[in-house]
């Protein structure tokens, strides 16, 4: 399977949640939030994704800063949303990791992206088909912390069918950011 990475400056929308009948293509898809301490084999971001990351955070954890982890994982979090096509579910998600281009992070600083790899998985079932690797915006939601305008801060994806093709975008105080508009297509 081949994955094409385009950038798409044609995403312009500034609220999230716009019905899809605006953009013209499928409804756009709030990307869940998940925190990998707690180790499991059966979840596929973990277990077929991304445990490279996950070892990787665990290895700096104990070798490096020499601190027991106790039967968990080191704190990766990623950003995932799923799509089933058929047989298929496909899985984009997003790593926050030692591998991103983090945004500015003073105090006085308005709140960027990270910019971090993200994996396009197709399963068919259990067997993990294919994966896809780029990079995308990962902003962090789920902080209660953040300034009020960026508690809705989001990516977001879609699935075209028709056209094979994963969308993504993100909004940070209530704007989109074009440079972390993109699109894979998956054939």
């Known amino acids: 399977m081949r994955c094409l990475f385009l950038i798409s400056g044609l995403i312009g929308l500034n ?26 084999a059966t979840d596929p971001l973990q277990s077929l994704i991304w445990p490279d990351v996950i070892r ?19 704190r990766v979090t990623a950003l995932s949303s799923s799509y089933k096509d058929g047989s298929r579910t496909i899985i984009v998600s997003i790593a926050l990791s030692r591998q ?32 896809t690797t780029a990079t995308g915006c990962y902003v ?14 989001d990516t977001f994806t879609r699935f075209d069918r028709a056209s094979g093709t994963i969308t993504l975008r993100t ?11 993109s699109t894979m297509v998956i054939k």
């Open 140 to 153: 962090d939601h789920e902080d209660p912390d953040l300034p009020a305008k960026n508690r809705s801060d």
């Open 56 to 74: 990787e955070a665990n290895a700096t954890m104990t070798t490096e800063l020499k601190r027991p982890l106790d039967g968990r994982n080191a």
């Open 100 to 131: 991103c281009d983090s945004g500015a992070n003073d105090k006085d600083a308005e709140i960027e992206p990270s910019i971090c790899p993200v994996r396009v998985a197709v399963l068919d079932g259990n067997k993990l088909v294919s994966i």
């Open 171 to 181: 909004v940070v105080g209530g704007k989109t950011i074009p440079s972390c508009s």
């Open 15 to 40: 609220v999230p949640g716009v019905a899809a009948a605006q953009t013209g293509g499928p409804a756009w898809q709030p990307m869940a939030f998940h925190d990998f301490q707690v180790p499991s």
